[in-house]
């Protein structure tokens, strides 16, 4: 079955930057993209950056420019988010999900993975 | 780009219809009909109620329903149930290749 599985938790420092990952199975891995999306405690969900899984194009949020970098490794159907520069504002869950290409909305979510920025 | 602008919260009674919903600008909502909706239990993956201003999902109850005119969509859910209780967001495309979400809306089954 379709899966998108996270990596773990993770605690980082101010000022350090993250690696997540996201493991595809169950589809075939370039047919849809990957986006990533955030919720903090006590916001709501949060669009971050997609990268199209067929050709490496890459779309990053405004808010992110500059400090997130979305890549993938289509050997072991996995995407990954590096986003640096931490601050207690990027504590939240983080989630991949999957599109369709060319569809335009989001039909399969990771389980998330917690990130805590904190001294 | 802003997020799109939903009511805090909704509330209603069981059997009860409730709409909310979502604004945004002729950037986003009012130039593509690629709006969906996500229905989100705290703690679990949000789940896609609609696409395309419209269109359920396989799966997906007819009590959900959607529309859109110029640049505000709108959800509304039908026969309210307690198992309706969730977050709601209205996701857009943008002309700058980007996706928007909505700021949220709880919705409360009395």
């Known amino acids: 079955q379709v899966q998108l599985v996270q990596s773990g938790a993770e605690v980082k420092m101010p000022g350090a930057s993250l690696k997540l990952s996201c493991k595809a199975s169950g589809y075939t891995f370039t047919s849809y993209n990957v986006h990533w999306v955030r919720q903090a405690p006590g916001h709501g969900l949060e669009w971050m950056g997609i990268i199209k899984t067929s050709d490496g194009t890459i779309f990053y949020a405004q808010n992110f420019q500059g400090r997130v970098t979305v890549t993938m490794d289509t050997s072991t159907s996995t995407a990954h988010m590096e986003l640096r520069s931490l601050t207690s504002d990027d504590t939240a869950i983080y989630h991949c999900a999957r599109e369709l290409d060319s569809s335009f909305y989001l039909d399969n979510w990771g389980q998330g993975t917690l990130v805590t920025v904190s001294s | 780009q802003s997020a799109l602008t939903q009511p805090a919260s909704v509330s209603g009674s069981p059997g009860q219809s409730i709409t909310i919903s979502c604004t945004g600008t002729n950037s986003d909502i009012g130039r593509y009909d690629f709006v969906s909706w996500y229905q989100h239990h705290p703690g679990k993956a949000p789940k896609v109620m609609i696409y395309?201003?419209?269109n359920r999902p396989s799966g997906v109850s007819n009590r959900f329903s959607a529309s859109k005119s110029g640049n505000t969509a709108s959800l509304t859910i039908s026969g309210l149930q307690p198992e309706d209780e969730a977050d709601y967001y209205c996701n857009s495309y943008t002309s700058s290749f980007t996706y928007v979400f909505g700021t949220g809306t709880k919705v409360t089954v009395l």
């Open positions: 395309h201003v419209t």
